[in-house]
């Protein structure tokens, strides 16, 4: 069955670099996004991308954020000037169209900020 | 304004009773998903189910069960004969007409079955 790849499974960061986590939707998906989960507590979504732009995003996704699809495969997630609360699980999620298609999740990037 | 509330945040069965996990959602829109994802320890998301706000109609899925009530704005979640490998961390979602499919999550209900 297609899966949503996520790289790399865990990233160790310096507070105040810049991150960039990757992503490969399902081929056939139009539809992207990205949440996050501090550990313990409850998935929060961040932004929405669909035809290349954004379609929504979330008070978290400041410009701090930014997401891009460079190329037929990939959408990555950008953090710049990384935070210690920035610290979380970040999960890559596609979707065929619509609202009726559910999600499908990757396994998640875990970013751990030092 | 959305909002999914699992007011039960952890609970603990012993292996092969029933267990129900309630999930209380709110939303304006009459369009709008409801789904159930479940997060194991390692930590990633699985989806279990996807339900529509037109389709009132129970579901059952071997072992689990969903009964969804608009009257009562609830979805909740029903395992029969829990197993070990039911442990984890569920979690009730919705998303709706306006949102762009964006889903927003309850807490989450952490599940430990024991042996």
């Known amino acids: 069955e297609p899966e949503v790849t996520q790289t790399p499974s865990h990233q160790v960061t310096q507070m105040g670099q810049e991150v960039i986590l990757r992503c490969v939707p399902?081929?056939?998906h139009l539809y992207f996004y990205w949440y996050r989960q501090i550990l313990g507590q409850k998935v929060e979504f961040l932004v929405s991308f669909y035809n290349n732009e954004i379609s929504e995003k979330s008070e978290i996704f400041d410009d701090q954020f930014s997401v891009e699809r460079p190329d037929g495969s990939n959408f990555t997630l950008k953090i710049r000037s990384t935070k210690l609360e920035d610290s979380a699980m970040y999960f890559c999620a596609s979707s065929e169209t619509g609202l009726?298609?559910?999600q499908h999740f990757g396994d998640g990037t875990?970013?751990?900020?030092? | 304004?959305?909002?999914v509330t699992q007011a039960q945040t952890e609970i603990?069965?012993?292996e092969k009773e029933d267990v129900t996990l309630d999930c209380v959602y709110e939303t304006r829109d009459t369009t709008y998903y409801l789904f159930w994802y479940k997060q194991p320890p390692s930590g990633e998301l699985v989806f279990l189910i996807?339900?529509?706000s037109f389709d009132e109609q129970n579901e059952i899925s071997g072992r689990y069960s969903w009964n969804f009530q608009k009257s009562t704005s609830s979805f909740n979640f029903t395992i029969t004969a829990s197993q070990v490998v039911d442990?984890?961390?569920?979690?009730c979602a919705l998303s709706y007409s306006g949102g762009y499919q964006k889903v927003t999550f309850g807490t989450g209900t952490k599940l430990q079955v024991i042996p």
């Open chain 2, 87 to 91: 442990s984890a961390v569920y979690f």
């Open chain 2, 12 to 14: 603990s069965v012993v």
């Open chain 2, 1 to 3: 304004a959305q909002k």
């Open chain 1, 100 to 102: 009726s298609q559910p």
């Open chain 1, 110 to 114: 875990r970013l751990s900020i030092l």
């Open chain 2, 50 to 52: 996807r339900r529509n």
């Open chain 1, 26 to 28: 399902i081929s056939n």
